[in-house]
């Protein structure tokens, strides 16, 4: 029998109220206090902003498009594998996502600008990300459509988002002040497959 997916309405619920409260709070005084600030994890061990950072986001449009993937791509994999795997693939893959985004930002964006160990990460992209790769190996043949820049690109599921996360991992080489965080992306996308992978054992 299919279940429901309450957990994917419940995390765009909560996003949305979030977002409403850091509105009224400020952005960047929210984004300050839980936003994944590399150099405040790893020295001060604050690693609670690895959670709080996946329920912040910049502007309308930056939730807009994160909540829209996750409604798309979440409700089909949480029918799926249930809501508890779901829970553990969203918050596994933000996490990892945030972690990849600290390592990258310690590591080789500070070797240009050692401030780059203070800029905070903000958004659901890394969970979303891994939503899209567990998709992608459940149902590798599904169409999806998206948009690079402005060329419309329809393929097969695996293709399409595999397609993505290399697009992603060239531009984070390339954009290492870029304010998307590419890596916690592709860090995302990546759990997201290797639990799919466990999902369909």
Known sequence: FERRPVVTYALIAINFLVFLLTLVVGLTRAFLAYGAVP????????????????????DFLHILFNMWGLFIFGRDIESSVGSGRFTLLYFLSGIVGGMA???????YAAEYD???????????????????????VLYPRRPVAFFF?????IAPAFVAITLMGLIQTLLALALPFSSIAYTAHVGGLAVGMLMG???RS
């Open 197 to 199: 992978l466990w999902f």
């Open 114 to 136: 050692p401030r780059a160990a203070f800029v905070p990460a903000i958004g659901a992209s890394g969970a979303v990300f891994g939503v899209m790769g567990s998709f992608a």
């Open 39 to 58: 150099a405040l994890i790893v020295l001060d061990h604050q690693y609670y902003r690895l959670v709080t950072s996946m329920f912040l986001h910049g």
């Open 101 to 107: 985004y600290v390592f990258y930002m310690l590591t």
């Open 149 to 153: 820049y402005f060329l419309p690109i």
